[in-house]
Structures are given as structure tokens and as C-alpha cells.
């Protein structure tokens, strides 16, 4: 008997097609996907604020987280028109740390903040003298914020890509 292997070529053919085009199909699949934009997005929040008057020219302003997400805090930088410091319920703000790109997470937690600023938590931002005309921005970042090597005093960048403005706020 003599063997016919002319059938078993087109099929074989046809199969070798068909695992070439998945393969390719698959590979472009994971291409586009991976250049695709894949952060996170911004926090949905609402903010609540108060101006305080310590005496003399001193002023505070008192920012509360009032609902929405809870914002990871090493992800949020308060981005400033003059330089003002950041304090909490402990610790007043110090002029002299003040900067116009103050992380939320500086000074061994002296914001009052743990790990997420939650729905209730306020924070304070002053420096000496009177912070009108002062914009004050909450600019969250899809990655941790991190300082440049000018001894923690300014951040690489105020707003960098990919980061949203969550609460805008000009004194009067």
C-alpha cells in the first residue's frame, strides 16, 4: 500500500497560518496596551476651607477634606503661590520650612495625616504675615512625590505628568 501525504500539507499549512496570525494578533494586543495611558485617576474629593486669624498679622488656613475618596498622602503636594509651611492639629506651621511645594507627608507627619488624608482630617497652611492674594493648590500625583537633593526644600516638580489639581483656592 502506498502512503498519500498530499492532503496533509494544506492542513498542516493552514495551521501554521492560523498560530502565526494569533501569535501576531496577541503580540500587537499587548503592544498597544502597554503604551496605552494606564494611571490611575484623581481622587474625586470635596474640600472645605477656613481662614483663621491668630492675632497680629498671622494668619491660617484650615483645609478639610469634608467627603469623597480618602487620597493617599505621599501622592498629594500643596503647590503654593508664596511659600507657606504645613501643620496639623499638633504642630503649627513654621515659617521657617516654608516652601511653595509642601508635601503632605514632611516633617515626621506633622500634617496629622497617617498614610491617607480620610473624609474629617484637616490640615493647616500660614507662615508669618497675612496670606491674601496667597493660591493655594492640592495637586495629586499618580506616583509618590519626591524631593530633590536641595535638602528637602523644594520638590523635583510642582505639577508633574500625569498629576491633577484637586482643590484651587485664592485668599482674599
Same mark, same amino acid.
Given at each position: #500500500? ?14 501554521? #497560518? ?22 490611575? &485617576? ?50 503649627? &506651621? ?6 511653595? $511645594?509642601? !508635601? ?9 495625616? $497617617? ?8 490640615? !493647616?497652611? $500660614?507662615?508669618? $504675615? ?11 500625583? &499618580?506616583?509618590?512625590? !519626591? !524631593? ?25
Amino acid at each position: #500500500m502506498a502512503n498519500d501525504d498530499r492532503a496533509a500539507t494544506p492542513v498542516i499549512g493552514a495551521i501554521l #497560518m492560523i498560530a502565526v496570525v494569533v501569535v501576531l494578533a496577541t503580540t500587537v494586543t499587548v503592544y498597544f496596551y502597554s503604551i496605552s495611558n494606564t494611571t490611575e &485617576p484623581a481622587p474625586n474629593a470635596v474640600f472645605d476651607k477656613q481662614l483663621l486669624d491668630e492675632g497680629g498679622d498671622n494668619e491660617r488656613l484650615e483645609v478639610t477634606l469634608t467627603s469623597g475618596s480618602k487620597i493617599r498622602a505621599n501622592q498629594v503636594l500643596i503647590v503654593s503661590t508664596e511659600p507657606i509651611d504645613i501643620g496639623g492639629p499638633d504642630t503649627p &506651621p513654621n515659617s521657617g520650612f516654608a516652601t511653595v $511645594g509642601e !508635601k503632605l507627608t514632611e516633617g515626621a507627619d506633622q500634617s496629622g495625616v $497617617g498614610n491617607y488624608w480620610t473624609a474629617g482630617e484637616t490640615i !493647616k497652611l $500660614g507662615r508669618e $504675615g497675612d496670606l491674601s492674594g496667597i493660591t493655594v493648590r492640592i495637586v495629586w500625583n &499618580p506616583t509618590e512625590i !519626591k !524631593k530633590d537633593d536641595a535638602g528637602g526644600q523644594e520638590p523635583s516638580e510642582l505639577i508633574g505628568e500625569n498629576a491633577a489639581v484637586i482643590w484651587e483656592y485664592t485668599i482674599n
